[in-house]
């Protein structure tokens, strides 16, 4: 169990690492002198070449790389990933500014989308109407194939443009969330809903569904009673692996809805080549996803039984 | 469902729920169109021009967003413009003449090499924390605006705009003397420059401040119209009026403070989003108005202004150094092979014009050449080309010694109609022969790829805003800008000639003097070598709202709103 515990966060360490050394080499296998980054590409021929040296001088480019590589390594491992080439501020400092705005977003994204997909689900299995039952069995296909941008715009359109019942660009409080969560979480809801779908009928058809039905439950209380809960475990893991999916959808829904977030730096910084700030937001994405992973494997033979004897097995072996 | 199961539901008297539910649903959604429908409208009647009204609000959008409010750092749109309002700098250029008018200096002189010019400043100015402004604080500013702090983390961010910069001497309070090693006439139009990196003053308590405190705004202090109220990066920044500012440039003929009380800067990525909130009301004005957009707007009453990039035109500079650009007969080929009328008539709307020289019409000393060099004349390129020996092979493009006529463009496609633009271009030189193949990347990427432009690529294309006729000298002369790669490789160039030439554009401030070395300069550049083939000049375009009035547009074509005011005054 020990072995399995070590494994397990030595796998995450691994992979927080080679973020950061994989983004250091990009650093240094880009076309682009990090220097030339830092002046208007309209004026970059005529700045004079012991400025340019003065520039290089003061962020380090010059010593030896693997001096770089140690260097930079080093203020990592005390969170301190540089300062930000486009607007001088500390990294970890913009990361963490940003960080509630797109958590928010995520978080309130995955939740709506749980709630969404789970009304997908009693609906489909609940109606007795062939034709309602096809309808809601197709939003989910719906849901994954419209782009991310087009919701975003057509909600604003209709809900902001016209209707004006919720701002249209900015953090402004509650109202501003609004679009932004839904257009987020539509096409996150599409996948779990399948899921669920798939996992409620199964269940229904399921012989203690029978034996329910015999005792003269209502169709309502097996769905909530049986169905739902045996159905719902698949559907919870999925939606924690989905946080990848939002990280990614966070991008375009915060540039279309002009909101501060994680999301729309890491474009700004890929746009801007800005490399501390990349490296900072790589290792941090990084780092998150191997903490939930690790979190979602040590928990998992606390809840599964048979793995917890599976792993017992192998450490008696091993001793 | 197996018939057990069926048969012990239908025993069960059917539940009626969800259809009652749907059928909300559905009235809801109904509702919600039919309303959205009857509330689409246009942006209202606003009042007229007349007297200025106090007060208000701005909401101002643009596309890009303000990395650190400090404003001597910065290479984008809303960087130089919100720095435009928080500071001010010595001169004022006007934007119709080019003339250098008094700002904060109210007089000036220069000896006759150009290399020392005196500035006598106002004496009544101060920054809005209540230190003045005089000479020292001219000193200190440019002294760090030139060499930077490595260890505040300041960049020379004023390097290349004030090359060769000695020193500033303090003769007095209000006398400052900048000096520099060699001449340098376009220095006078310097102290006036707007746009990217500007030497908008800053106290000296500023100055202090490291680039990282520098993202504090309060601690961001100038002489401007507006002070900072706040900065959300990615999302907005705010200025407030500055209480008793009353120095704008003399030019403007603006008595005293703005006449908005605030203005908010709102980043919006999305065009559509900034079109979308224009209309709808939530904003006022918008910049970065998309060329599909600027009917639509006007059709539903708001107001289209405009004003081009004073500077450079978007251009192809040549790489004269490099096969087949190195010959004179493809540069001239490209000058004459493709149509304008044709770009002007189907890219770029009336905000933005074809260029008709490397400058920009505003620019001092601009010289129209549409009559002769830059025209659409087919039949001339084929000409030049058959003449100089490229043959047009089996697939219609030219080749010379068994090496094709294959032209590589870097381009930037940071203005929509960059690309549409060449690929029109493309379509007719693919006619006389000539394979322009084009690579038109985002801004770092062209960065990237331009430190290799030399030995890559046949044309680099961009623009470059300075206004003043010593920008040729800064992008084309062989010491500096090169920007068409002049070397001793390049074939049939007096490369000593044109170093002489555009030189000359720094040694003077004669008016007269100026007007003439400035069209040798375009004669040698579009003429006598075809070093560049300028394509359109690219301009910055406003829609605002019909109560909003007295936007600037500058010299550089970027806004000031100390003049700016909201007939409903809200």
């Known amino acids: 169990m020990l072995r399995y515990v070590a494994l397990k966060v030595g796998r995450a360490v691994f992979v927080v690492w080679a973020a950061f050394t994989l983004t250091f080499i990009l650093l240094f296998v880009l076309p682009a002198n990090p220097v030339d980054l830092l002046f208007d590409p309209a004026e970059v021929n005529s700045v004079p070449p012991e400025v340019r040296k003065q520039v290089a001088d003061g962020y380090g480019f010059n010593e030896p790389v693997i001096l770089q590589y140690l260097g930079r390594l080093g203020h990592a491992l005390r969170g301190d990933f540089g300062n930000s080439v486009q607007s001088g501020r500390s990294v970890s400092a913009v990361v963490v500014d940003v960080l509630p705005h797109t958590l928010i977003l995520a978080v309130g994204a995955l939740l709506l989308a749980l709630v969404i997909a789970f009304g997908i689900a009693l609906i489909a299995t609940s109606t007795q109407h062939r034709w309602l039952r096809n309808l809601v069995e197709s939003l989910p296909t719906a849901s994954v194939s419209v782009p991310v941008f087009l919701s975003g715009i057509l909600l604003l359109q209709v809900f902001s443009f016209r209707l004006a019942w919720f701002p249209s660009f900015g953090d402004q409080g509650w109202r501003g969330l609004v679009l932004p969560l839904i257009t987020l979480a539509i096409p996150v809801s599409g996948p779990i809903a399948q899921l669920l779908v798939r996992s409620f009928a199964t269940e229904f058809r399921s012989g203690y569904v029978t034996t329910s039905w015999a005792k003269g439950a209502t169709r309502s209380r097996i769905i909530i009673g049986d169905v739902f809960r045996n159905a719902s475990l698949p559907a919870l893991t999925i939606a924690a692996v989905t946080f990848g999916n939002l990280i990614a959808g966070s991008v375009i829904t915060e540039t279309v809805f002009a909101r501060q977030g994680l999301g729309r730096m890491t474009q700004t910084a890929i746009n801007t080549l800005d490399l501390p700030l990349m490296q900072g937001i790589v290792v941090f994405v990084a780092a998150t996803f191997a903490l939930i992973n690790l979190i979602v494997d040590l928990i998992y033979p606390l809840l599964d039984p048979r793995l917890r004897a599976t792993l017992s097995v192998s450490t008696a072996r091993a001793a | ?570």
């Open chain 2, 1 to 570: 469902m197996s018939d057990l199961r069926s048969s012990i539901e239908s025993a069960v008297p059917a539940r009626k729920k969800w259809r009652w539910l749907a059928a909300a649903f559905a009235v809801l959604l109904v509702a919600g169109i039919g309303l959205a429908i009857t509330r689409g409208g246009g942006a209202g009647a606003g009042a007229g021009a007349g007297e200025p009204v106090r007060g208000g609000t701005l909401q101002f959008a643009l596309i890009d967003y303000q990395r650190s409010p400090d404003p001597q750092w910065g290479s984008n749109y809303a960087e130089s413009l919100i720095g435009n309002n928080i500071t001010d700098k010595l001169t004022w250029q006007d934007p119709k003449t080019g003339e250098i008018t008094p700002w904060l200096a109210e007089s000036w002189q220069y000896n006759k090499d150009l290399t020392e010019f005196t500035f006598h400043l106002r004496h009544d100015v101060t920054f809005s924390d209540g230190s003045p402004f005089n000479a020292d604080v001219v000193k200190a500013n440019f002294d760090q605006y030139v060499h930077g702090d490595t260890k505040l983390g300041i960049l020379p961010n004023g390097a290349s705009l004030l090359a060769g910069y000695i020193e500033t001497k303090v003769v007095d309070d209000y006398t400052a003397v900048v000096r520099f090693d060699k001449p340098l006439a376009s220095f006078l139009q310097a102290s006036s420059f707007t746009a990217n990196a500007q030497p908008g003053f800053l106290s000296l308590s500023t100055l202090k401040l490291s680039a990282e405190q520098r993202t504090d705004p309060k601690k961001v202090i100038g002489t401007g119209p507006f002070v900072y109220e706040s900065w959300e990066p990615q999302i907005k920044t705010v200025l407030d009026k500055r209480k008793g500012y009353k120095w704008a440039p003399p030019a403007l003929r603006h008595e005293g403070e703005a006449y908005l009380d605030r203005i908010v800067f709102n980043t919006i990525p999305e065009s559509s989003v900034r079109t979308g909130s224009l209309v709808s009301g939530t904003v006022d004005a918008t910049l970065d108005v998309g060329t599909t957009d600027e009917k639509p707007l006007t059709a539903q009453g708001f107001e289209i202004i405009h004003r081009g990039v004073s500077g450079t035109a978007i251009r192809f500079d040549f790489n004269s150094s490099l096969f087949p650009t190195n010959d004179i007969a493809v540069r001239k080929a490209i000058q004459l092979g493709w149509n304008r009328q044709t770009v002007q008539k189907t890219i770029l709307t009336d905000s933005y014009s074809i260029a008709t020289s490397i400058l920009e019409p505003s620019v001092p000393g601009y010289v129209d050449y549409s009559g002769s060099v830059l025209k659409y004349d087919p039949d001339q390129a084929n000409r030049i080309l058959d003449e100089a020996g490229w043959v047009a092979g089996p697939d219609g493009i030219r080749a010379k010694d068994g090496k094709k006529l294959t032209v590589k463009l870097l381009g930037i496609n940071n203005l929509v109609v960059n690309k549409p633009a060449y690929e029109s271009i493309q379509q007719d030189l693919r006619k006389i022969g000539i394979d322009l193949q084009l690579t038109v990347v985002p801004i770092p990427d062209y960065t990237a790829q331009q430190a290799k432009a030399k030995t890559d690529w046949n044309i680099t294309a961009a623009n470059r805003s300075r206004n003043d006729p010593a920008v040729l000298n800064l992008q084309y002369g062989p010491s500096i800008g090169n920007g068409a790669y002049l070397t001793k490789d390049s074939t049939g160039v007096d490369v000593a000639a044109v170093t002489q030439a555009l030189g000359k554009l720094e040694l003077t401030l004669d008016p007269a003097a100026r007007s003439q070395y400035a069209k040798e300069a375009q004669d040698i550049l579009l003429d006598k070598y075809a070093l560049v083939n300028p394509v359109y000049n690219p301009s910055q375009v406003i829609a605002q709202a019909p109560y909003v009035h007295g936007i600037i547009f500058d010299a550089q074509s970027r806004n000031h709103f100390v003049d700016a005011w909201k007939s409903d005054g809200k």
